[in-house]
């Protein structure tokens, strides 16, 4: 069961300036999105009632969206502006619509009842309008299922195993973590203090010795992870935000947004350091990914999914406790 009163990234508001509506399924269900001529953005079920050909395949028309199949028109609350063939419009001739709000450069769709749907629980991912910070984007299509992907995020003790070459360091696994859950968000705090910096990150920060590491992972539900990554020594501290709104597609499968923010470095997209920041950034997720679509293969031809649990687990249990809790109250309501 997916959650539906709670906020999904659905499409990257670059994706919304191009006028052309943009398609995709979210907890399984198609829905269209577009932004009208006037400026107003619009999310509806992806389904002509009239012969149920995808509106997404459609244009934008002025305060509407036109069904390529037969020109009938919907505007952004549903409603039919126009049947091309008639001019009697029949109360069936209608969509539904959902809540949809821009917000951090994503467009945050709200599934659920809409009149729950409160813009100021969507996670506040700050540093995407903080002066000094440089952002880059991607969305990744991953052939698995979305908890599977936050169990990964919510557990940096594999990074030593998986990501060996780039940012794993053999501390990760012996330092203990805390975990706090307030509310419904789920928090984990490590520090690591003298250890060496990984490769990746002692070419980040130019370090020439040991540092220091900070790291708070975040988790907001339904899964919505940030984590906040500091390296420091006695003449430089530079600090990473990874942003990581996971939206599920289907049981198996998940809509991966992908951001990493920096506080260093050039703004200039061009500049060599940033292309290969950016191009290291990819290749550690690119690694993740890669094992999560062998997990999910692995979970179907066992045909169930009952792992043994150990220490570095106490983050990611606690976040699908919540997610058991939240399903609970949503069933009941």
């Not at 995808?54 to 395949?57: A, D, V, Y």
């Not at 530079?238 to 935000?241: G, V």
């Given at each position: 069961m997916f959650l539906k009163n709670q906020w999904y990234a659905a499409a990257l508001m670059s994706e919304l300036e191009t006028g052309r509506p943009v398609?995709?399924?979210i907890c399984g269900e198609p829905v269209v999105m577009f932004r009208t001529e006037s400026g107003?953005?619009?999310a509806l079920e992806d389904r002509c009632p009239h012969r149920y050909a995808?509106?997404?395949?459609g244009e934008c028309i002025g305060e509407s969206i036109a069904c390529p199949y037969h020109g009938i028109r919907f505007g952004p609350s549903g409603e039919?502006?126009?049947i091309p063939q008639q001019s009697t419009i029949p109360s069936l001739m209608r969509v539904k619509s959902y809540p949809l709000v821009e917000k951090w450069g994503w467009a945050w769709i709200w599934l659920g009842d809409p009149k729950a749907a409160d813009p100021a629980s969507i996670p506040n991912?700050?540093?995407f309008d903080a002066p000094g910070w440089k952002s880059f984007r991607r969305l990744f299509h991953l052939n698995a299922n979305y908890e599977l992907c936050a169990d990964n995020l919510l557990d940096l003790s594999h990074t030593p195993f998986l990501h060996k070459t780039s940012v794993g360091v053999p501390e990760m696994v012996t330092i203990p973590f805390e975990t706090r859950v307030e509310g419904n968000t789920v928090y984990q705090y490590r520090v690591m203090e003298n250890v060496r910096p990984s490769p990746f990150v002692a070419e980040w920060g130019q370090f020439k010795g040991n540092i220091n590491r900070r790291a708070t992972v975040t988790w907001v539900p339904a899964a919505n992870i940030s984590a906040e990554l500091i390296y420091e020594d006695a003449d430089t501290s530079?600090?990473?935000?990874l942003t990581n709104p996971l939206t599920p597609e289907t049981e198996?499968?998940?809509h991966v947004w992908f951001a990493w923010s920096r506080n260093f470095g050039s703004d200039d997209p061009n500049d060599p350091m940033s292309k290969r920041f950016e191009a290291q950034s990819l290749q550690i997720l690119e690694e993740d990914l890669s094992l999560m679509e062998d997990q999910q293969r692995i979970m179907d031809q066992a045909g169930e999914f009952r792992p043994a649990i150990i220490s570095s687990d106490a983050t990611l249990v606690?976040?699908?406790r919540v997610l058991d809790r939240l399903r609970k109250q949503e069933l009941s309501a």
């Open positions: 398609g995709r399924v107003t953005l619009a995808p509106l997404s395949k039919c502006t126009l991912y700050w540093w530079i600090t990473i935000m198996k499968s998940t606690q976040a699908r």
